[in-house]
């Protein structure tokens, strides 16, 4: 069963940037495209690079070691050497400005 994850603040992930999160021992890259809040795994499908040192170039991510990049939004991959998607999860924004992630 999935579980709601209290992670970060809206205030914490500025548009255009990626903050990595904890939530259920995963590490998560958390993506603010455009205002809106995007949860994938931070590591690469092709060798398992860390996403969030690479750059949010609109609603895609590229990693820093070989330039894959996938859609933020889905966890697809959008551009060689990466084939296979990382896996995303649903963000929830709190009122109070609180972002969760369904881990």
Do not use: W
Not at 38 to 54: F, K, N, S
């Amino acid at each position: 069963m999935a579980e709601l994850v209290a992670v970060a603040r809206v205030e914490d992930v500025p548009v255009g940037t990626v903050k990595v999160v904890e939530a259920g021992g995963r590490r998560i890259a958390l993506c603010n495209y455009d205002g809106k809040f995007y949860a994938i795994d931070d590591e690469c499908t092709h060798d398992r690079g860390p996403l969030d040192q690479g750059e949010l170039i609109g609603q895609e991510i590229e990693c820093p070691r070989h330039g894959a990049r996938f859609d933020v939004t889905t966890g697809r991959p959008t551009r060689l050497p990466a084939v296979r998607p990382v896996r995303s999860y649903k963000v929830s924004v709190a009122d109070d400005g609180s972002i969760s992630v369904e881990v």
